[in-house]
């Protein structure tokens, strides 16, 4: 199995917003709403900020949100702050009892 | 509050085995499956397995199936994971996390390293 397809890197300035998008197939992200993402700081464990696609954990704020449509699910962060910049990842069931993660992608703050 | 900490990290040799722990507070830990989930230094995240709350119940990704076991003590509050037979590219940091809805990662350790190096 191959990690779902995220862009390797994306960037904004503060207030503005960024979409990261995860590309699966029909048989994870497409078939299934048990899509989560991860943000992770530069040394430190990932954190959970959206599950069933579009929900979001106490305490994450409200700029970060998820979509998804067809194979591809998506994050987008409006209103950008600096310590927003961190690498983000996707997360998809895929059945048989498994996830699977995208590759990551790395925000940059400029 | 939810705390997890992963610990047994260290160098070894290829073709050896270690065992790593996952201590957990903070919640009924005998409520809750745990996830194991692997990154490699400067790469992506890699899940690795799942646990159920009884233990009973175990999934593990291709890459690890017939190395890598898992097994819970809920008497301890404890999660471990035996990794055996390994190799250069199971070098990583190893976290555990608390399962939310089956398939979510919801509270995550600070990792534990492992690395196979002659």
């Known amino acids: 199995q191959s990690a779902l397809t995220q862009p390797r890197s994306v960037s904004g300035s503060p207030g503005q917003s960024v979409t990261i998008s995860c590309t699966g197939t029909?048989?994870?992200?497409?078939?299934?709403?048990?899509v989560s993402w991860y943000q992770q700081h530069p040394g430190k464990a990932p954190k959970f900020m959206i599950y069933?696609?579009?929900k979001r954990p106490s305490g994450v704020p409200d700029r970060f949100s998820g979509s998804k449509s067809g194979n591809t699910a998506s994050l987008t962060i409006s209103g950008l702050q600096v310590e927003d910049e961190a690498d983000y990842f996707c997360?998809?069931?895929?059945?048989?009892?498994?996830?699977?993660f995208g590759g990551g992608t790395k925000l940059t703050v400029l | 509050q939810v705390r997890l900490v992963e610990s047994g990290g260290g160098v070894v040799q290829p073709g050896r085995s270690l065992r790593l722990s996952c201590a957990a507070s903070?919640?009924?830990?005998?409520?809750?499956?745990i996830h194991w989930v692997r990154q490699a230094p400067g790469k992506g995240l890699e899940w690795v397995a799942i646990?159920?709350?009884?233990?009973?119940?175990?999934y593990s990704a291709d890459s690890v199936k017939g190395r890598f076991t898992f097994s819970r003590d809920n008497s301890k509050n404890t999660l471990y994971l035996q990794l055996n037979s390994l190799r250069a590219e199971d070098t990583a940091v190893y976290y555990c996390?608390?399962?939310?809805?089956?398939?979510?990662?919801?509270?995550w350790g600070q990792g534990t390293l492992v690395t196979v190096s002659s």
């Open positions: 029909s048989n994870d992200v497409g078939a299934y709403n048990y």
């Open positions: 903070g919640f009924t830990f005998s409520d809750y499956g």
């Open positions: 997360c998809s069931y895929t059945g048989n009892d498994t996830v699977m």
């Open positions: 996390a608390k399962s939310l809805a089956g398939w979510y990662l919801g509270n």
């Open positions: 069933d696609v579009t």
């Open positions: 646990i159920s709350s009884d233990g009973n119940h175990k």
